[in-house]
């Protein structure tokens, strides 16, 4: 089971690296590599019946204090489908209200470990 919640917690880290990645092309949220990826970590955090289900947190990175956390990993979703909106704003024209929904969310985001 130790082996387990380690490697979880360094694909939890590899995930979490790679949040502000540049998609590939824009691309509808649910085609998104790193947003599958980071919604899957927080299923599997969430699944009854696993190792990882009763440890919180999963662990610290070396270079801060901020544990990872089933809310951290909750956060980083939020970031990326955020990210992901901002990068179809930018990447074509969108009706003012979207524009204003995306940057209106900046100021919600919840911090992520750096």
Same mark, same amino acid.
């Given at each position: 089971?130790?082996?387990?919640i380690i490697a979880f917690e360094e694909e939890? #880290? *590899?995930? %979490?690296?790679?949040?502000?990645?540049?998609?590939?092309?824009?691309?509808?949220?649910?085609?998104?590599?790193?947003? *599958?990826?980071? *919604?899957? $970590?927080? !299923?599997?955090?969430?699944?009854?019946? %696993?190792?990882?289900?009763?440890?919180?947190?999963?662990?610290?990175h070396s270079s801060t204090s901020i544990p %990872?956390?089933?809310?951290? $990993?909750?956060?980083?979703?939020?970031?990326?489908? #955020?990210?992901?909106?901002l990068k179809h704003v930018e990447s074509g024209?969108?009706?003012?209200?979207?524009? !204003?929904?995306?940057?209106?969310?900046?100021?919600?985001?919840?911090? $992520?470990?750096?």
């Amino acid at each position: 089971k130790i082996n387990d919640i380690i490697a979880f917690e360094e694909e939890c #880290w *590899q995930a %979490l690296d790679v949040v502000t990645k540049e998609p590939e092309s824009p691309c509808d949220p649910s085609d998104d590599e790193v947003l *599958q990826s980071l *919604q899957s $970590l927080l !299923d599997t955090a969430k699944r009854k019946g %696993l190792s990882v289900k009763n440890v919180e947190p999963f662990g610290k990175h070396s270079s801060t204090s901020i544990p %990872l956390t089933r809310d951290v $990993l909750e956060n980083a979703v939020s970031f990326r489908k #955020w990210f992901l909106d901002l990068k179809h704003v930018e990447s074509g024209r969108e009706r003012a209200p979207f524009v !204003d929904g995306v940057l209106k969310g900046f100021a919600t985001l919840p911090d $992520l470990p750096p």
